[in-house]
């Protein structure tokens, strides 16, 4: 049985490691060239199938380069593509990301390619139903929207990782169970002025069982209709911060799937994802369950 399923973004990620940001019309030699995968759901699913669930990626893959390499990508970690069809004559989801070494910062140009959008088959309509936790992003989002109200059906939990600020949101919004949205998406989708502020707002308008505001360095706040709270930026030396974000949200349907409150859910998918922040690339650098509960001891902290 597969635990964790997700409908979004599959992305296939050419990551360039600089010693620090070159100047317009200039040429510059960088530290390193690779390929990766990435997306918000499908690097969520890496991260927790590393952990240690059973997960599966429901989505369309193109039959060009791209997808060739992001069907063998999963494979490798171990997520299932036993629910996506490849199709020809389309182009695959693919970006240029800058790593600057100097400021552990990431600059990322992105093609959507030209994918006609997911549609859920029975096969797939039956794994969302029987999964403990469907994760979406807003991408692919006819298919994440359908899949969510199936989800809502069936007692699987919706985790909404709200990055983006693409049209048409308000559709899937008032399906997510856990509503993890960035502070960029949260004050720009509510007109807030601080995080505290619009987490309630969000909780009042869509009714998930928490939002999680995720503030990057400054780890992010929590809000379950009654308290709003805090939880920890652990300390880690960056080294790749791109998929930061990604991976904190795979490792948080992780917490859910075991049945964690959401302050502990909070911490361990900020331990998790500070920990891949020490590696390049998004999926390679997710850690496996010892290294974060060894690294959420370290620094003090018990779940």
Same mark, same amino acid.
């Given at each position: 049985?597969?635990?964790?399923?997700?409908?979004?973004?599959?992305?296939?990620?050419?990551?360039?490691?600089?010693?620090?940001?070159?100047?317009?019309?200039?040429?510059?030699?960088?530290?390193?060239?690779?390929?990766?995968?990435?997306?918000?759901?499908?690097?969520?699913?890496?991260?927790?199938?590393?952990?240690?669930?059973?997960?599966?990626?429901?989505?369309?893959?193109?039959?060009?380069?791209?997808?060739?390499?992001?069907?063998?990508?999963?494979?490798?970690?171990?997520?299932?593509?036993?629910?996506?069809?490849?199709?020809?004559?389309?182009?695959?989801?693919?970006?240029?990301?800058? *790593?600057?070494?100097?400021?552990?910062?990431?600059?990322?140009?992105?093609?959507?390619?030209?994918?006609?959008?997911?549609?859920?088959?029975?096969?797939?309509?039956?794994?969302?139903?029987?999964?403990?936790?469907?994760?979406?992003?807003?991408?692919?989002?006819?298919?994440?929207?359908?899949?969510?109200?199936?989800?809502?059906?069936?007692?699987?939990?919706?985790?909404?990782?709200?990055?983006?600020?693409?049209?048409?949101?308000?559709?899937?919004?008032?399906?997510?169970?856990?509503?993890?949205?960035?502070?960029?998406?949260?004050?720009?989708?509510?007109?807030?002025?601080?995080?505290?502020?619009?987490?309630?707002?969000?909780?009042?308008?869509?009714?998930?069982?928490?939002?999680?505001?995720?503030?990057?360095?400054?780890?992010?706040?929590?809000?379950?209709?009654?308290?709003?709270?805090?939880?920890?930026?652990?300390?880690?030396?960056?080294?790749?911060?791109?998929?930061?974000?990604?991976?904190?949200?795979?490792?948080?349907?992780?917490?859910?799937?075991?049945?964690?409150?959401?302050?502990?859910?909070?911490?361990?998918?900020?331990?998790?994802?500070?920990?891949?922040?020490?590696?390049?690339?998004?999926?390679?650098?997710?850690?496996?369950?010892?290294?974060?509960?060894?690294? *959420?001891?370290?620094?003090?902290?018990?779940?």
């Amino acid at each position: 049985m597969i635990d964790i399923v997700g409908i979004g973004a599959n992305v296939c990620d050419t990551l360039i490691t600089l010693k620090n940001y070159p100047a317009e019309d200039t040429k510059a030699k960088c530290d390193g060239v690779r390929r990766s995968g990435g997306g918000p759901v499908a690097t969520g699913l890496v991260a927790a199938a590393k952990l240690g669930e059973k997960c599966a990626y429901i989505g369309d893959l193109a039959d060009d380069e791209g997808g060739r390499f992001l069907k063998a990508d999963f494979e490798k970690f171990g997520v299932s593509t036993a629910y996506c069809r490849t199709l020809s004559g389309y182009t695959s989801f693919t970006s240029c990301i800058w *790593l600057a070494r100097d400021k552990a910062t990431r600059t990322v140009v992105f093609d959507k390619g030209n994918l006609p959008g997911t549609e859920l088959d029975d096969r797939a309509k039956a794994a969302i139903a029987a999964a403990a936790v469907l994760m979406v992003d807003g991408n692919d989002l006819d298919a994440a929207v359908e899949g969510a109200k199936i989800a809502s059906e069936n007692g699987t939990k919706v985790l909404y990782d709200a990055g983006g600020l693409y049209d048409g949101v308000e559709r899937l919004l008032p399906l997510a169970d856990y509503l993890i949205p960035s502070e960029e998406f949260a004050l720009g989708h509510t007109g807030a002025k601080t995080a505290e502020e619009a987490a309630k707002i969000l909780y009042d308008k869509y009714s998930p069982e928490v939002v999680v505001i995720t503030q990057g360095k400054r780890g992010g706040i929590l809000f379950d209709g009654k308290t709003v709270g805090t939880y920890p930026a652990l300390p880690a030396a960056v080294v790749d911060s791109n998929g930061a974000g990604d991976v904190f949200h795979g490792a948080f349907a992780v917490a859910v799937k075991r049945g964690y409150d959401p302050y502990r859910a909070c911490l361990f998918a900020s331990a998790t994802s500070a920990l891949k922040c020490t590696k390049v690339g998004a999926r390679d650098g997710a850690p496996d369950l010892s290294c974060v509960e060894t690294f *959420l001891k370290e620094n003090g902290y018990e779940l």
